[in-house]
C-alpha cells in the first residue's frame, strides 16, 4: 500500500473518515435501538455503515503501521499504536450486534416472530459495543494527537 498522498502521509487523511464513521456508525446504531421512527427511516443503513466504519478499520492501522516505521521511534507513537490495535474487536462487535438487531427486529416487525427478551438482549449488547467503540475511539484520537502535536512548540 503507498504511504503517501502528494507528499502526504496517508494516516491522517485515511484516520479522519475512520473518526468520522466509527461514532457516526455508534451513534446511529444506539438511535436504532432506542428510537422506533429512527429506525424505520434509517433501516439497513445503521449495519451498512458500522460495516463501512469496520473496514476503515484495517486501511487505518495499515497506513499508520507504515508511518510508524518512517518515523523516529518514540513511546508515545507506541502507546498510539498499542491503543490503535483495540479498535478492531470493538468494531466487529458492533457491526455483528448491529446486524443481528436490525435482522431480528425486522422478523419481528413482519411477522412477529422471536421472543421479545432476545431483541431486548440484542439492544442491550449494541449499546455496550456502541460505548466500547467511541470510548476506544476517543482514546486512541487523543494519543495519535498527543503523539503528532508533542514537539510543536
Same mark, same amino acid.
Do not use: C, K, N
Given at each position: 500500500?503507498?504511504d ?12 479522519h ?7 457516526l456508525?455508534?451513534?446511529?446504531s444506539?438511535?436504532a435501538v ?11 443503513g445503521?449495519?451498512?455503515?458500522a ?6 478499520d484495517? @486501511?487505518?492501522?495499515?497506513? $499508520?503501521e507504515?508511518? =510508524?516505521?518512517? !518515523?523516529?521511534?518514540? %513511546? ?6 498499542h491503543l490503535?490495535?483495540g ?11 448491529t446486524?443481528?438487531f436490525?435482522?431480528?427486529r ?19 449488547l449494541? @449499546?455496550?459495543?456502541?460505548? $466500547?467503540?467511541?470510548? =476506544?475511539?476517543? !482514546?486512541?484520537?487523543? %494519543?495519535g ?6 514537539n510543536?512548540?
Open positions: 500500500m503507498f503517501t498522498i502528494f507528499g502526504i502521509p496517508l494516516h491522517p487523511l485515511v484516520v473518515a475512520t473518526v468520522v464513521f466509527v461514532p456508525a455508534a451513534l446511529t444506539v438511535l432506542v428510537w422506533s421512527r429512527f429506525r424505520q427511516w434509517f433501516g439497513w445503521t449495519p451498512v455503515i460495516a463501512f466504519a469496520l473496514a476503515l484495517p @486501511v487505518s492501522t495499515e497506513t $499508520g507504515g508511518l =510508524e516505521h518512517a !518515523l523516529p521511534r518514540s %513511546s508515545l507513537i507506541q502507546q498510539h499504536a490503535a490495535d479498535l478492531l474487536p470493538w468494531l466487529i462487535g458492533l457491526f455483528l450486534t446486524a443481528v436490525y435482522w431480528r425486522r422478523s419481528h416487525d413482519q411477522d412477529g416472530r422471536g421472543p421479545d427478551w432476545v431483541l431486548r438482549i440484542t439492544g442491550v449494541v @449499546v455496550v459495543a456502541a460505548v $466500547g467503540t467511541l470510548v =476506544e475511539v476517543v !482514546l486512541i484520537g487523543h %494519543s494527537a498527543v503523539a503528532a502535536w508533542s510543536v512548540g
